[in-house]
T-cell receptor, first 112, second 110 residues
């Protein structure tokens, strides 16, 4: 079956702009979570959605937001981009409690 | 929050060698997982192992939940094993998200 699909793979944005990243989970998986990876901070949890509800959010400013649709696809949005938002953004899906996470290939965002 | 410590941070081995990677948690976790990140950034799930021992080919993992640590064993290393190995876990069933360690950077030389 198809894996976790993230689009786009690469993105270059200018400071102050906003960006929307998309994630399609494995068919049947209702849990989708997002992570930011930077050389300095490593992998950090952004938020997790289950059946269209955000169940938890990591320690990130309000500029970072997300949502999940009824088909389990998820989007995350970053508004008013800053240079420090340059990172690899990874999405993971899971069948639920007691199951491992499957990650997508990520979206590499560069803010200039 | 939960702290995850991985050791060693870097490891250089010759092809065919065996290795053991360790992961310590500051508190109990119930969804401990091991991942391998390849040079292109793809995170591959190796094991979902909240407790006990699992094996998959040349890789095996053991988690001692009561002592809050996990070990990843790689036997007969191949150059394709190179990359960064992460362990991660969370306190909740999934809603809390995963806390990742800083990883072990493994280089297998031919």
């Amino acid at each position: 079956k198809a894996g976790v699909t993230q689009t786009p793979r690469y993105l270059i944005k200018t400071r102050g702009q906003q960006v929307t990243l998309s994630c399609s989970p494995i068919s049947g998986h209702r849990s989708v979570s997002w992570y930011q990876q930077t050389p300095g901070q490593g992998l950090q949890f952004l938020f997790e959605y289950f059946s269209e509800t955000q169940r938890n959010k990591g320690n990130f400013p309000g500029r970072f937001s997300g949502r999940q649709f009824s088909n389990s696809r998820s989007e995350m949005n970053v508004s008013t981009l800053e240079l420090g938002d340059s990172a690899l953004y990874l999405c993971a899906s899971s069948a639920g409690t007691g199951y491992g996470y499957t990650f997508g290939s990520g979206t590499r965002l560069t803010v200039v | 929050g939960i702290q995850v410590e991985q050791s060693p941070p870097d490891l250089i081995l010759q092809e065919g060698a065996n290795s053991t990677l360790r992961c310590n948690f500051s508190d109990s976790v119930n969804n401990l997982q091991w991942f391998h990140q390849n040079p292109w950034g793809q995170l591959i799930n190796l094991f979902y192992i909240p407790s006990g021992t699992k094996q998959n080919g040349r890789l095996s993992a053991t988690t001692v939940a009561t002592e809050r640590y996990s070990l990843l064993y790689i036997s007969s290393s191949q150059t394709t094993d190179s990359g960064v190995y992460f362990c991660a876990g969370g306190a909740g069933g999934g809603a809390d998200g995963l806390t990742f360690g800083k990883g072990t950077h493994l280089i297998i030389q031919p």
